[in-house]
């Protein structure tokens, strides 16, 4: 299978926010269900990479922890060998915007879409005019 890849000090790494990425996030915070553990990444990110018009919340340490988690699941996850623990993940995270970009960027891209012929608030599929 293919996966994007992010660049990590002059190295490249497969990167995917699939169900081993979610699995694997949902024993280490001890959750039962993946909608929790996507609860748990959403709150984060909406205050890591705020909607348009609104300003970013200043991230705590736990905020941070789950960002890290969720960093390192998604690396390890589909790559046999790196080269980092998740600390130090974090920390060429937190310095390096352009990682922290791309790490984002293919999270948000790995959400479900809503088909454009679906309203969001029914879910149901409407007829073609």
Do not use: C
Not at 95 to 110: A, E, G, Q, W
Request: net charge positive; proline share 5%; hydrophobic share 35%.
């Amino acid at each position: 299978m293919e996966y994007p890849t992010i660049q990590i000090e002059n190295k490249k790494y497969n990167i995917s926010f699939d169900y081993g990425t979610i699995r694997q996030l949902a024993d280490d915070w001890n959750l039962t269900k993946p909608t929790q553990v996507a609860k748990r990444i959403n709150d984060v990110m909406n205050k890591a990479v705020p909607k348009k018009g609104k300003t970013a919340s200043e991230l705590t340490f736990k905020d941070i922890d789950v960002l890290q988690d969720t960093f390192y699941a998604a690396i390890t996850s589909v790559n046999n060998e790196v080269h980092f623990t998740a600390v130090e993940l974090m920390k060429i995270v937190l310095v390096d915007k352009d990682v922290l970009i791309d790490i984002t960027k293919h999270y948000i891209d790995s959400l479900p879409k809503a088909k454009p012929d679906v309203d969001p608030n029914v879910r149901r599929v409407q007829k073609k005019k």
